[in-house]
């Protein structure tokens, strides 16, 4: 069974919610739901890791992200050549016959041919920290595209779990609906007997057809309900072709202790969003320093061997060699409007790290004031169930001696109902809440250090 419990940097926080309040809510989950839920053996059962697995191996978005970061690891590879030497042999060839004429040497000849052969060897000596700024800036991009894969893993993995615990949570209310209709055909039943031996009116049998018809349809609408949720969960994890299988029930829920200044630390360091966005915002610094030299002179070097061989004179060899610079110190004001599109790129880059930050933060106290409301909700659900269920136990024992009417009885069960319900959604709702809150502090997925 899943047993998780994540914590950020092993910091414990401020529990708001004692942990042996939810042992006394799953006990109640189980005894409540465990003993119907899908008993088929050849039923396939899906864990959460299998499908977060399935999920990264198989989403779109992650394979673009991992092509992206091999892209920029080429682009990295192509800027460090700049450094490094550039080597090219060229060789030509000619022919001349009758009245052509063949120039060779100085000389014409009316006959013959001509060979050339030229080995060129071009170094890059220094260009005032142009190159270095543009393998900087090359690993930089790299480093942003790296911080993309690791969000769109973050979400993927996200996304999984909300269309898992979506399941879970529908699955559970098939089950509920199910007992529901179950109950009620019960009811009808022993209706039924106490009308043909006329200790009930027909109303009271009419009353309890009815329930039957509406937990039948409540039934048929829950089934609907988890067929759409496995397909939901198809979709994100691209693994399964059809809905045959359920998903395993978590039996146990350790609460998260959430205490907002330390998550919002948490977050600020760990979200790959922020890291994106800081690494954009130095790329674009050093696109800048790049712009600004872009009109500074380059100084290179130059060695060629050649080998000349004709059919009117001997062969002809030569080695030269030389330096060149080459200073482009006008260039009608294209640099500078290169800087100044920079500068304004800069800006921009600023003030989307500013803004991540923000939305950042508010993400983490919107995720941690939720878990806070659910675990509420959860303790609230738990005794109005608890209630539901006494109160249902009194009026059937009332009514079996005829001192409360039907339409109590199904007051009563329609309230055990909604109740069941309203419990099985606020645990999804907490599983889903922690799940977002740990995507909110950046502790879902691999760390920035993983390799690509």
């Not at 299998?50 to 673009?64: G, V």
């Not at 080995?119 to 270095?132: N, P, R, S």
């Not at 610079?325 to 800069?346: M, Y």
């Not at 608890?386 to 009514?399: G, H, K, P, T, V």
């Amino acid at each position: 069974m899943i047993k998780k419990s994540f914590r950020a940097d092993n910091r414990r926080y401020n529990s708001t919610l004692p942990k042996f309040a939810f042992t006394v809510f799953f006990a109640l989950f189980i005894s409540l739901f465990l003993t119907k839920v899908y008993s088929r053996e050849n039923t396939p059962v899906l864990t959460l890791e299998e499908c977060i697995k399935y999920a990264l191996a198989n989403n779109p978005t992650l394979q673009q992200a991992v092509s992206t970061v091999g892209i920029n690891k080429a682009k990295t590879k192509e800027a460090g050549s700049d450094y490094l030497p550039t080597v090219s042999t060229t060789t030509s060839y000619a022919h001349a016959s009758g009245s052509a004429g063949l120039a060779t040497a100085g000389t014409i000849a009316t006959k013959g041919s001509a060979y050339l052969t030229q080995t060129t060897l071009e170094q890059l000596i220094w260009d005032f920290g142009q190159t270095v700024n543009q393998i900087k800036l090359a690993k930089q991009n790299l480093t942003t595209a790296q911080y993309a894969f690791l969000e769109a893993q973050g979400n993927t993995i996200l996304n999984t779990k909300k269309a898992y615990f979506e399941v879970l949570k529908t699955q559970l209310l098939v089950d509920t609906a199910s007992e529901n209709l179950s109950q009620a055909k019960v009811h009808f039943g022993k209706t039924k007997g106490f009308y043909e031996v006329g200790f009930k009116q027909k109303f009271d049998l009419t009353k309890e057809e009815t329930n039957v018809s509406k937990a039948n349809l409540d039934y048929v609408t829950a089934k609907k309900n988890y067929e759409v949720a496995k397909a939901s969960l198809n979709n994100i994890i691209g693994k399964i072709k059809d809905t045959n299988y359920k998903v395993e029930e978590i039996q146990e829920i350790k609460p998260i202790e959430a205490n907002l200044s330390e998550a919002i630390i948490v977050a600020t360091k760990n979200r790959n969003e922020i890291l994106k966005k800081e690494s954009e915002l130095k790329a674009a610094q050093t696109d800048l320093e790049i712009k600004k030299k872009g009109n500074w002179p380059t100084l290179s070097m130059d060695t060629s061997y050649g080998a000349k061989d004709s059919n009117t004179t001997s062969a002809v060899d030569s080695l030269n060699f030389g330096f060149l610079l080459k200073w482009p110190w006008f260039d009608s004001f294209k640099t500078q409007s290169q800087v100044e599109e920079a500068e304004e790129n800069l800006k921009i880059a600023r003030a989307n790290f500013q803004e991540q930050t923000l939305d950042i933060i508010l993400e983490v106290q919107d995720a941690v004031f939720s878990l806070e409301e659910v675990e509420e909700k959860i303790k609230s659900s738990a005794k109005v169930l608890d209630e539901s269920r006494q109160n249902l136990e009194i009026i059937n024992a009332r009514y079996q001696e005829g001192l409360s009417s039907v339409v109590e009885v199904n007051d009563a069960e329609s309230a055990l109902v909604s109740a069941k319900k309203n419990y099985v959604m606020a645990l999804a709702d907490y599983l889903m809440a922690q799940a977002n809150y740990e995507k909110a502090v950046g502790i879902v997925g691999q760390s920035p250090r993983t390799n690509f």
